[in-house]
């Protein structure tokens, strides 16, 4: 079973940084695509941030030029690096991937305030 756990999530100011992490297991971590999404009460689900197998990366507007999908092998994580935070970042941030289903994790909270 696909266990899939974030972390890093907080309270920052409009232009600070945030590092989202998410742990994996159960599933063969170096050959899966892992993605970014986040949500807020009064949107869908959206797509951030993909990272492939191999360390392809694409994001989505948005928030391209900002945030970083990276990832680790050794340590089954994938991580966020979200740079200049803006009003319209705050949502809670879940970390998927598709390995024999539709795997989500329980999200992180990112809160933008001053």
């Known amino acids: 079973q696909v266990h899939l756990v974030e972390s890093g999530g907080g309270l920052v100011q409009p232009g600070g940084t945030l590092r989202l992490s998410c742990a994996a297991s159960g599933l063969n971590f170096k050959i899966s695509i892992m993605k970014w999404y986040r949500q807020t009460p009064t949107k869908e689900r959206e797509l951030v941030a993909t990272i492939s197998s191999s360390g392809d990366t694409n994001y989505s507007e948005a928030v391209k030029g900002r945030f970083t999908i990276s990832r680790n092998n050794a340590r089954n994580t994938v991580y966020l690096q979200m740079n200049n935070l803006t009003p319209e970042d705050p949502a809670v941030y879940y970390c998927?991937?598709?390995?024999?289903?539709?795997?989500w994790g329980r999200g992180t909270q990112v809160t933008v305030s001053s």
């Open positions: 998927y991937t598709y390995y024999h289903g539709d795997d």
